[in-house]
């Protein structure tokens, strides 16, 4: 798998998965999601009371544990199979027209990326 750490834009459907996304100018359908799954911050790295210097408190909210802000810190991903174009199919000229893409959705700034590819 190819890895990515491109922007997109993706259109939710019904079920809040992602249902198409737009990445470097084409359209992809998602004609399958093969998993959804949701990763935390590294919270191993952290130290004694939170911090990974090991300190008592240096949460990023003031008084708040930076475990706590870690453990937020989530991003949640699908690998969904896609097509090009509005239905997915292949486009005339076109050799290659679908492939498995993990998209990932990031809570803490809103942000959607194209994190992997298989082609």
Do not use: N
Not at 22 to 41: I, P, S
């Amino acid at each position: 798998m190819r890895q990515y750490d491109d922007p997109v834009e993706v259109r939710r459907g019904e079920a809040e998965d992602p249902d198409q996304f737009l990445w470097r100018g084409r359209l992809w359908k998602v004609r399958a999601v093969v998993a959804h799954w949701v990763e935390t911050g590294p919270w191993w790295q952290a130290g004694p009371g939170g911090d990974p210097g090991g300190g008592p408190e240096s949460g990023a909210e003031g008084d708040r544990p930076a475990a706590i802000d870690d453990l937020v810190a989530e991003r949640e991903l699908w690998r969904v199979e896609a097509g090009r174009g509005m239905a997915g199919l292949r486009q005339a000229g076109e050799a290659q027209s679908y492939g498995v893409f993990d998209l990932s959705f990031d809570w803490s700034d809103g942000r959607w990326q194209l994190v992997g590819c298989l082609d």
